[in-house]
């Protein structure tokens, strides 16, 4: 799987990495994933202090 290899990959980097596989999604973002992204986003924004992104990343994948 492309987004578990990723995160692999990420967090070789030393990044905390969050992988959610949503079976019978496909190559699309659902509204659970989009929700979860819209809250990374929100805790990472500068306006609340956060100049670095961090922190945990939603992936989703099938």
């Known amino acids: 799987m492309a987004s578990s290899l990723a995160a692999a990959q990420i967090r070789t980097e030393g990044f905390k990495v969050e992988l959610d596989i949503e ?13 979860k992204a819209l809250a ?13 992104s961090a922190g945990r990343f939603p992936f989703h994948e099938r």
């Not at 079976?23 to 929700?35: D, E, K, L, N």
């Not at 990374?40 to 670095?52: A, K």
């Open 40 to 52: 990374f986003s929100g805790r990472r924004s500068p306006e609340n202090g956060n100049r670095r």
């Open 23 to 35: 079976p019978a999604v496909g190559h699309t973002i659902s509204s659970t994933v989009a929700q």
